[in-house]
């Protein structure tokens, strides 16, 4: 028998579809720090969104043209994108009180909001509930994303807290973001169904535009500025999503979110360059031990499906 029969390949298409949605999904924070300089989040959401809406809009117009297109998603994608209008405008609003970096990081407790949820809606997740790894990996990613927290230099300033309270609240919605996605598209093509949520997330983007934002300030951006518009839209929300849906078909939800869990260090590699941020030792350390736990989560959660 050959020795190598049963040694896996690596799946190249997966792997390069991890590796961009990392490289694109580290870009996006740097993008909307910069645009913050321009214009307000809510009409950099809506502007970023629209690039993101219209890249996939082609091909949600050929798939009902060639009648391959689900009718129900008109349906299903509603409570979806109610959560990532919210989520989004969480996200980008948070970009414009601290560092990104120290914002990506934050987020990242996600994780426990999505065990959370599933717990409630996902009866096959429920066992969780007896995993002492996953408790492991929860009890991590508390004191991480605490001690990230109070190591905060400027922890005190009004503007910080704002900016802490809003990247936990990113986080929650996008739990939230994650399982209605999960519950709603269980059986529709991925392309479709975030074309439609792309749809419905510019129309209420634009809502909050014009209620909260400035949108006539982006009249004054120059054509640089609009080159990151459009280029942070089509990568990071566009592409990035997709990516990130097809690595997941392809090998599984585990090593794709290992994978975007190295996130916070790629953007502070980034932003370290292009704005100077940085993290202290203990944050860092601490960060390390949020991102522990998060990984133990993540590992407990597949060891749970692969066993049952």
């Not at 509930?129 to 990996?137: E, H, N, P």
């Not at 919605?173 to 949520?197: C, E, L, N, P, Q």
């Not at 990130?244 to 932003?271: E, M």
Request: glycine share 6%; aromatic share 14%.
């Amino acid at each position: 028998m050959n020795g190598h029969a049963n040694i896996r390949k690596i799946d190249l298409s997966a792997t390069f579809a991890c590796v961009g949605v990392l490289f694109f999904w580290s870009l996006g924070p740097i993008f909307i720090t910069y645009l913050a300089d321009y214009v307000d989040s809510w009409t950099q959401n809506l502007l970023r969104y629209s690039a993101a809406c219209l890249f996939w809009l082609p091909f949600l117009l050929l798939s009902i043209k060639r009648k391959q297109f689900d009718a129900r998603i008109w349906r299903k994608a509603i409570v979806p994108a109610a959560a990532n209008v919210a989520m989004q405008s969480l996200w980008a609003g948070a970009f414009y009180y601290i560092g990104p970096a120290f914002m990506v990081l934050l987020t990242k407790t996600s994780v426990i909001w999505i065990a959370g949820f599933s717990f409630a809606f996902f009866a096959d997740e429920r066992p969780l509930v007896k995993s002492k790894r996953f408790w492991l990996g929860l009890l991590l990613s508390v004191i991480g994303v605490a001690g990230v927290m109070y190591y905060k230099e400027d922890l005190a300033a009004t503007r910080t807290i704002t900016g802490i309270v809003i990247a936990l609240a990113t986080a929650f919605m996008w739990g939230v973001y994650t399982v209605s996605v999960k519950i709603a598209f269980r059986d529709i093509d991925s392309r479709s169904g975030f074309s439609v949520i792309s749809i419905y997330t510019v129309a209420g983007l634009c809502v909050l535009a014009l209620l909260f934002g400035r949108p006539q300030d982006c009249v004054a951006m120059g054509r640089w500025q609009w080159a990151c518009v459009v280029i942070s839209g089509v990568t990071a929300i566009a592409l990035g999503h997709v990516l990130y849906y097809a690595a997941i078909k392809r090998i599984g939800a585990t090593i794709p979110a290992l994978v975007i869990l190295s996130q916070p260090f790629t953007v502070l590699a980034i932003s370290n360059v292009v704005f100077g941020e940085s993290l202290n030792v203990f944050q860092l350390v601490f960060g390390v031990f949020l991102l522990a736990g998060s990984a133990l989560a993540i590992w407990a959660q597949q060891h749970l499906r692969r066993s049952s």
